[in-house]
């Protein structure tokens, strides 16, 4: 079966870190460019970062530049997202999403790791 | 880089045609034809339902179509049913270091 499983989300102090995961199955993972988007509770979605599928390029969204790392182990079929100085603002659902650059859309979605930032 | 402008909310009844726009800028809409519409149910993933504009992915129904004229993108559902009541996003490569930005989001109600 095609799907993506996030995991490592829950609470965490403001500052804090965390490191998110995402494991690929039912297709070829090291083929395809891979991406976060969050969505904040009630809000709209909003994309975080994208790396290419030999993990040579990444890219992010200002407002996590400088604190978030995206990374890639194709040996593992699997995603990361290493979140360091964490806010309050950063409190969303993070979704792996295949799919980015040459493939400007994402055809797949995993279902999602709630992450709150909260003392 | 600002969101894409949709509409808040749009609503039909069953079997009725409705249409949801999103406006961007000539920095990204009117400059990429990859505008890609995404539905969300509560407490669910997004799904992928047009891409490039116009295209439709294997298994989304011929009801959902999608156009562009200059900055603003379009998604028509025909033949509404009760199914396609749902959060519906925009999504718009900039070519920025913004990368991608989406729209605000419309919740669709079908009466």
Redo the contacts between chains.
Sequence with gaps: EVQLLESGGGLIQPGGSLRLSCAASGFTFSSYAMSWVRQAPGKGLQWVSVISYSGESAYYADSVKGRFTISRDNSKNTLYLQMNSLRAEDTAIYYCAKGGLIVTHFDLWGRGTLVTVSS | ?S?LTQPASVSGSPGQSITISCTGTSSDVGS?N?V?W?QQHPG?????MI??GSKR?SGVSNRFSGSKSGNTASLTISGLQAEDEADY?C?S?TGS?????????TKLTVL
Excluded: D, R, T
């Design positions: 880089q969101a990429y990859v890609s995404y669910k993933a997004p799904k992928l891409y490039e992915p996003y999504c490569y270091s913004s990368h991608w930005v989406f729209g605000g989001g």
